[in-house]
């Protein structure tokens, strides 16, 4: 007798572990989904999580380089930029992002908190051999983000956050080019 597999195709040569994995692009998240997580944080105290999430949002940035950046990136003159430019580890190419009053207030809290130097990482990891927070551990923390407003964790990631901006400004203005520039891509695919 013929075995029938009733999984799809995408999953049906996956170990049983990955199979509940979706594939493809993450959807970025909604206006309304971006004020739920960010009234959380506000609400918890989350100090850090508010700088990195709103850090994040404005920047559209890859976690890579998120999770990288000093606070040198990101102050001059002891206060934190309306915009600010790096070099991307994926491309080597700079890109510059604005950082809006939120975001600015968010992340001097937080660097005056835990009083950072203009050399030091702006998100520290924990782990004293590494410098700074992993992209594994920024992940976890999306997780716990997107589940905390009612999401499916399983359907969005770091990627969403970097694509949050950047589709709202599609939306708005339908400029494909305008879009790849703020996201650094060297294709317009």
């Not at 809290?109 to 590494?130: A, C, K, N, Y």
């Amino acid at each position: 007798m013929p075995e029938f597999n009733l999984l799809p195709d995408k999953t049906r040569n996956l170990a049983p572990h990955q199979r509940h994995r979706l594939t493809g692009q993450k959807p970025p998240l909604k206006p309304k989904e971006v004020w739920a997580i960010r009234i959380r944080l506000q609400i918890h105290e989350h100090i850090r999580d508010l700088a990195l999430f709103n850090l994040a949002i404005d920047s559209k940035l890859r976690s890579c380089d998120l999770v990288a950046l000093k606070v040198s990136d990101v102050v001059t003159g002891g206060s934190v930029r309306e915009r600010a430019i790096i070099v991307q580890q994926k491309t080597g190419r700079p890109v510059q992002f604005e950082l809006t009053e939120q975001t600015r207030e968010a992340v001097h809290t937080w660097i005056e908190q835990r009083s950072l130097d203009m050399g030091t990482h702006l998100f520290p990891s924990r782990v004293h051999d590494h410098p700074h927070l992993s992209t594994r551990q920024y992940a976890r923390i999306v997780n716990q983000w997107v589940a905390s407003i009612g999401l499916d964790p399983h359907k969005y990631g770091t990627h969403s956050l970097r694509r949050t901006k950047a589709a709202l400004i599609y939306k708005k203005t339908g400029n494909l080019r305008a879009v790849q520039l703020l996201l650094g891509h060297t294709k317009l695919d």
